[in-house]
């Protein structure tokens, strides 16, 4: 699996990818609204937010196998949400779970970086 990272208004129209955004994304990747909020408005720390989600990451992987499973088999993907590149985003912890989930499965992964 070749996997990108991408900003949503940069890729809007021209590229393929899955939105991981609570606003308008996939819920089972997604962080929640407080998290969000949380780490926008000071009142959660960056490690705070981490914990809280590869726990919800986690809990998604048990609960929601086949589609992670189908996710990793692409040969392909670009996950985007709309935070700037190179900031503190959840689409890169998400980078590192899906290597992992990559590596559990003995499926080639690169991260090839933002689009």
């Not at 959660?44 to 196998?65: A, D, F, G, H, P």
Request: aromatic share 12%; glycine share 6%.
């Amino acid at each position: 699996m070749k996997l990108y990272t991408g900003n949503i208004y940069k890729l809007r129209g021209i590229e393929d990818y899955l939105d991981i955004t609570v606003k308008s994304g996939d819920l089972r990747i997604a962080p929640t609204w407080n998290m969000v909020k949380g780490i926008k408005n000071g009142t959660m720390t960056k490690v705070e937010y981490i914990k809280q989600y590869k726990e919800l990451i986690e809990k998604s992987i048990i609960e929601n196998k086949g589609f992670w499973l189908e996710l990793i088999e692409r040969d392909e993907l670009i996950i985007a949400c709309y935070c700037k590149a190179y900031s503190f985003c959840h689409r890169y912890l998400l980078v590192e779970i899906i290597e992992k989930l990559c590596k559990e499965n003995d499926i080639l992964f690169s991260y090839v970086g933002e689009k």
